[in-house]
């Protein structure tokens, strides 16, 4: 450990260093990782466009050091929806996916986080399961493995996925249920943040967001309800959940 008499000698080496263009060692603790988070309205694009015509779409974007991720969908038919995701490095593009959801449940695209290296997530829309690849193949074993009863109600689903080809290492879906027959209602995320280990989701929740075992809250006033929950970064565990006017 440097005591306060070695660091007039410690800055004066380091100025040396510089000076003389060495290269040193940076303490782990002055290390500081970039961490952005875009949510917003999903934009239509597919993976044959431009970054130019995406980017003029101002939808949810992360760009950290020349490199930009791009979330949104395509109208594949006049009645339905599939998600894109798209990387650009430095105007070339890298990677895009257009394999997540092909079924004809109506899924979009609409959020990101992402630290500029492995630490990606995504987020999702869907309305209900259907028939075909869908975002249960990445769900197995996760804290929500599927949409649930009903359809139509548009839900979210978090992915976690590989930032140097796109493949989705797993997800969750994120739903409300009603009490009153148990069937699926609506959710929609308003932001993400990470701390390193895990992941805060806010959302928009209607009658009732979900606790942490995945039962439903109960709550008083009208929705949409302010909801919060925190996930382990494998997607296995909800550790808090909580909303306003909710317990």
């Known amino acids: 450990m440097m005591n306060r008499h070695q660091l ?5 080496f380091l100025g040396l260093s510089a000076g003389l263009g060495i290269d040193l060692a940076i303490p782990q603790v002055l290390a500081q990782t970039t961490i952005q988070s875009s949510v917003s309205k999903g934009v239509t694009f597919t993976c044959n466009d431009s970054e130019a015509t995406i980017k003029a779409k101002n939808g949810p974007k992360i760009s950290i050091a020349g490199k930009t991720i791009y979330i949104g969908y395509q109208q594949v ?3 339905n929806q599939d998600p894109r995701i798209i990387r650009f490095d430095n105007g ?5 996916r257009s394999d997540y959801e092909t079924t004809l449940d109506d899924s979009r695209g609409y959020g990101l986080l992402w630290d500029g290296g492995n630490v990606l997530y995504g ?3 869907s309305t209900g399961s259907q028939t075909g690849n869908d975002f249960r193949r990445f769900a197995k074993g996760r804290w929500l493995s ?5 359809g139509g109600a548009k839900v979210a689903v978090l992915a976690r996925i590989n930032a140097s080809n796109g493949n989705v290492d797993y997800a969750t879906f994120v739903t409300a249920k009603k009490p009153s027959d148990g069937k699926t209602n609506s959710l929609v995320v308003t932001k993400l943040s990470w701390n390193g280990k895990t992941l805060k989701v806010l959302a928009d929740s209607w009658w009732s967001p979900r606790r942490g075992d995945r039962n ?3 709550c008083t006033g009208s929705s949409p309800y302010k909801y919060t929950a925190t996930f382990t970064s494998d997607l296995t565990k909800v550790t808090s959940a909580s909303a306003v ?3």
């Open 8 to 12: 007039p000698k410690y800055l004066t």
């Open 216 to 218: 439903s809250m109960t």
């Open 92 to 96: 070339v593009k890298k990677w895009c």
């Open 245 to 247: 006017n909710c317990s």
């Open 146 to 150: 599927y949409y649930g009863n009903g």
């Open 123 to 125: 987020v999702f829309s």
């Open 77 to 79: 038919s006049s009645l």
